[in-house]
């Protein structure tokens, strides 16, 4: 079965983040990613990405792969298996994902499960995004990105101290140039949160803080470009 080349994409971002806990810091991300058709509707694509950061003793990589089905022109489903080592900890995530893409917009979902030593005894009970990118005209488009896991256990109660299921959200709202030949840079800024079964509560996560971030980067595509980017569970405000 001849493979057909579809597309690929490289990109580049610096990110400044202020973290209730630890601080303002700066991050760094390369990513890069390609994508080979098998047959007329089936492709299949591969991501790699390192984020690093002066603050941190490694770098963080991930690599993801996938599995494509085009239903309609402009619809593609998938499946996706991920792969993120930091430090001594591993996380694998499997699941499934979406895209639809018109004229001058395009719609991004993903749904995976997710299996991390990062958290020691708690699991990560499932890891969701959402994405919604329109042009505006002249190459300008907006969007809005929200990503979400939900950890067992993961926030205290800070006004009685118990531990209950809790959900970290990263929320972001982005502005894209496009040059032509491919090329596009981009800014973002977003905000993590968490939340509890009950929203009113006064949570905190345990070893993890509310964040805010700005976001700038540049990004250029081959061909087509690729469907979809790499999966990740802690490359939240990328």
């Not at 579809?6 to 303002?24: I, K, P, R, W, Y």
């Not at 499946?79 to 639809?100: K, N, P, Q, R």
């Not at 800024?189 to 976001?215: C, H, I, P, Q």
Request: aromatic residues 14%.
């Amino acid at each position: 079965m001849a493979q057909q080349f579809n597309g690929a994409t490289v990109s580049g971002a610096f990110q400044s983040l202020d973290d209730e806990s630890v601080g303002e810091y700066e991050v760094t991300s390369f990513a890069g990613g390609v994508e080979f058709g098998i047959s007329t509707d089936f492709a299949i694509g591969a991501n790699a990405e390192i984020i690093s950061s002066d603050d941190f003793e490694d770098d963080f990589f991930i690599g993801t792969v996938h599995g494509m089905y085009t239903a309609a022109p402009g619809t593609t489903f998938g499946v996706f298996y991920a792969s993120e080592t930091f430090d001594d900890f591993d996380t694998d995530i499997l699941g499934i994902e979406g895209a639809f893409t018109t004229a001058n917009s395009t719609f991004e979902g993903y749904l995976g499960a997710v299996d991390s030593d990062y958290f020691g005894d708690q699991d990560v009970l499932r890891m969701l995004g959402l994405s919604l990118e329109f042009g505006v005209g002249s190459g300008v488009s907006l969007g809005i990105e929200y990503e979400s896991f939900r950890l067992e256990d993961g926030g205290v109660v800070v006004d009685t101290g118990e531990r209950e299921d809790a959900s970290l959200t990263d929320t972001a709202l982005f502005a894209r140039y496009s040059f032509a030949q491919g090329a596009s840079v981009y800014a973002k800024a977003g905000r993590e949160r968490l939340f509890g079964s009950d929203r009113d509560d006064n949570l905190r996560l345990v070893g993890v803080n509310s964040t805010e971030y700005v976001t700038v980067g540049a990004e250029f595509d081959f061909g087509a470009g690729t469907t979809f980017g790499s999966r990740s569970l802690f490359n939240f405000g990328g």
